[in-house]
């Protein structure tokens, strides 16, 4: 863990049953996230183990971010953090000098006997969670439950850059699925986005499975975790849809993606975070 975040989690779940209801993609029907009441939940900045990497369905790469300058189109990526919730840490104290393998435990942690941890933050750490808070900050967390298939999504405001004399603004979405009845194995097929910009504009968004990829949600790998982009010659937005989840035995099922806000944000107001 580097450091925290606190987050607003929106959990559309606790808002209703989970009873089997339409899905329609429409405006009109899609409830604005901030009309769900919200809970402040702690999330961690965490540097995922090198070897646990070939044993979990995620993307090595999940944190993008633009360069400092505002001609520079390219995406660059942080390779092996991750975000963690509260609730899904399990604390222990590690007796090795090295606890985990990754290229940035180095450069940040410095080895402290006396310490409690044993590890105490570099300069270096606290000067790179300055120059990369705006795409690293987290503040909006939305879940939501259809069908034992839980969907949450995490959205960050990159920045903007020009393209064709316009400005254009971009956002990095990670989404985390689970299947919580992993006894009945899912397939995701395809998903299907509606995209609403506060200009007026609604794009929508057909394809197959998710990353070039449709994974299968089973016992042996309930979960799967990816990241997108999205971006909007608006300043704001909104993004919400569904997956198409195939069942064992062929039929099919739908399940939410829960809407969440696409926001700008400037460095000036940037989510409070403490180091650990």
């Known amino acids: 863990i580097l450091f925290s975040w606190l987050a607003r989690v929106f959990d559309r779940s606790d808002e209703r049953s989970n009873a ?5 993609l429409t405006i009109a029907s899609k409830t604005h996230v ?19 990497v070939p044993h979990i369905r995620a993307q090595t790469e999940s944190v993008t971010f633009f360069g400092n300058q505002e001609q520079d189109q390219n995406v660059y990526a942080l390779p092996g953090l991750d975000y963690v919730a509260h609730e899904d840490v ?21 080895y402290d006997p006396e310490a409690t941890p044993n590890f105490v933050t570099r300069e270096h750490l606290k000067s790179w969670q300055t120059r990369h808070h705006r795409w ?9 439950v259809t069908h034992q298939i839980r969907v949450t999504v995490i959205p960050f405001y990159m920045g903007s850059r020009f393209t064709q004399g316009m400005s254009v603004h971009w956002w990095r979405y990670t989404i985390r699925i689970e299947n ?3 006894t009945e194995a899912v397939t995701l097929r395809e998903r299907h986005w509606r995209i609403f910009s ?7 968004v057909r394809g197959k499975g998710v990353v070039g990829q449709e994974p299968k949600l089973s016992k042996e790998y309930p979960a799967f975790q990816y990241s997108s982009h999205v971006s ?8 919400w849809g569904t997956f198409k989840m195939e069942k064992e035995d062929g039929t ?3 399940v939410r993606i829960p809407a969440f806000n696409l926001e700008c944000k400037s460095d000036s107001n940037a989510g409070e975070k403490s180091s650990v």
């Open 90 to 110: 399990i604390p222990y104290i590690s007796t090795e000098r090295t606890p985990i393998e990754h290229e940035l435990f180095d450069k940040f942690l410095i």
């Open 198 to 204: 506060v200009a007026g504009t609604l794009e929508t």
């Open 34 to 52: 901030n009309e769900i009441r919200s809970q402040s939940v702690t999330y961690y900045q965490a540097l995922v183990d090198a070897r646990d």
């Open 232 to 239: 909007l010659s608006a300043t704001s937005g909104h993004m």
């Open 180 to 182: 919580l009845n992993p």
């Open 20 to 24: 089997s209801l339409p899905l329609p």
């Open 136 to 144: 690293l900050e987290l503040s909006d967390v939305s879940k939501d």
């Open 252 to 254: 099919f099922v739908e």
